[in-house]
């Protein structure tokens, strides 16, 4: 059984690591007055710091969730370790010899279970190393040459090599002291024939850190043909290492990612050390998943979630690469920091920019860099005609939720005031307007409106494109709203009153009708017949036109609502009703047209730019003659 601890050795280990020290290797801790230093807690989930260091008491405690205690109990805690482990852990960083009671101390036998495979991984880290310079490794040395890096660049991350033999590592490991059960449990090892062999054989290695620089786990790369595995083979969920925890190279960035408020996150391993041989040393990376919440959160304690804080994904410019930036982009909210996206040109990777132009190249891809919330708001704008006035109100009804989500106000109205403009909407207060409406929604209802990321078939050159599926249309259309009371009167009429705005209402278009439910009632009308054929038939027509049971209920309602009108409806009155709707469509074309003439300017083909003046010029004088003259201008 393991001896205790000498009482003396532990208030030793106490003294000789300062707790600040070793909260700072979790966490950016900044100044909070009166000697204690705070940040963002490691215990909770929070957006303000309310976890606070005293580096004189040499305790810590969150006022959020109330964990508290000393050096030794934060080790505890924040990597689930014994008391025992806790303190052969600082024992070994401050080089400090312990004495067990109650018996000898026998290292292999009396450390704690995360002590031996930390232990275990360091030793393999050097194994690997050492192998790199064999000859067998010949082909890894060739292959990170072809990557541009050097063997600095290797010792720099520690790459090594894994022996091609089935146990090379197993029986090193089990002449340094480590048992059977321990390598398997460790990952380095797995269950063979006739005993443990070796997990990783014949491939290039990654030694995988954590925060705190201790080697957890490694990522291993394919070299030869003959090797059936996958491309990349990462270590196994172990009690050191879960890869929805890990970020490959986070112990060399985390300094410069606190001092810069700034991370860069790329997708593989090379891609790292690219970018941190580059000079990106804020540069991190996945291992194997999906970047999600729990490496969030990791960022969050380094960033502090200030306002000038900013993470930059970098992706390939491809299908996939566009499809994971939006899928990063769900994400957004959960960061204060302003998130950002660089698409490598060409589809290149981090690592193949910087073979292809130098370290020069990658500097200027991070420097390129574009809001990610402008990313997904073009991306979603540039799948829409936006010559015709269906595609610009579609496009605005797709990208207006991605604007609403943005939580920063005076940002949100910038963006708003750019979809605008993007759209060629003169209108700008209109489209603020919209946007504002679908964030007040989202606020009282809990939830954005952003869409996820899909991969749909774009009828753009039928290409694979990614594109977001329609997002929510946030708070349901008020049909009785003033904006909309003029349409719903005059369709009230060609329900109930048709021979009262035929034949006119029949040569009214459905994009006229600016309410989609409106709209498709005018649809189901001309399927019917239209106006000018009403019979004894004529309802039951249009109710059966429609194409589902709330359509068909919007026709009953319309078909049997009073009209707003004191006296009995005549012509004068469906001629009022006639003559606002189609002035507003043409007040609308005008302004879409204004719109086309702006995105045109001064460049534009000059016979193309006469023609859209012109139709200008033409509606302008319908719509004076519309209000002068009345329905008789119809």
Known sequence: MAGRINDDDVKAVRDAVPIDAVVSEYLQLRNAGGGNLKGLCPFHDE?????QVSPSKGLFYCFGCQEGGDTLDFVMKVDHLSFSESVERLASQAGITLRYEEGGYTPGRQQGERIRLVEAHKIAAQFYVEQLDSAEAEIGRTFLASRG????????????????GWDHLVRFLRGRGFSDKELILSGL??????????????????????????????????????????????????????????????????????????????????DVMACHLAGVTTAIATCG???????????RRLLMDNSGAEVVFTFDGD????????RAFEDDQKFAAETSIAITPGGMDPCELRLAEGDEAVQALVERRTPLFAFAIRHIVERHNLDAAEGRAAALEAAAPIVAGIKNSSIQHEYAVQLAGMLGILDVQFVVRRVGQLARWARENGRRGIPAADTRTSHRAGRQQPVAPPPPRGPALNLRSPAHRVERELLKLALQRPELVSPAFDAYGADEFTAPPYATVRQIIEAAGGAA???GDYLARVREAAPDDSVRALVTELAVEPLHTRREADEVYAGVQLVAVR????????????????????????????AVQNELWVLQQYGQSLRERGAAAL
Do not use: C
């Open 189 to 270: 090892a797995q269950d063979g024939r006739r005993g443990p062999i070796d997990r990783f054989r014949g491939r290039l290695m990654w030694p995988i850190r954590d925060i705190t620089g201790e080697v957890i786990g490694f990522g291993a790369r394919k070299l030869r043909d003959d090797d059936n595995g996958p491309k990349y083979l990462n270590t196994p969920e172990t009690p050191l290492y879960r890869k929805s925890h890990v970020l490959y190279g986070i112990d060399l960035a985390k300094k410069d990612i606190a001092k810069t408020s700034r991370a860069v996150v790329v997708e593989g391993y090379t």
């Open 47 to 51: 957006k303000s710091p309310s976890f």
């Open 583 to 610: 002035l507003a469509a043409v007040n609308q074309r005008i302004t879409d047209i204004r719109g086309t003439l702006q995105r045109l300017g001064s460049h534009a083909d000059p016979d193309h730019l006469a």
């Open 319 to 326: 299908a996939a690469g566009q499809k994971a930036a939006l």
């Open 289 to 299: 998943t999906a970047f999600a919440g729990d490496h969030i959160k990791i960022l």
């Open 533 to 535: 054929a009403a019979d």
């Open 149 to 164: 890096f050097d063997q600095a660049a290797a010792q720099h991350f520690g790459v090594g090599y894994s022996p091609a």
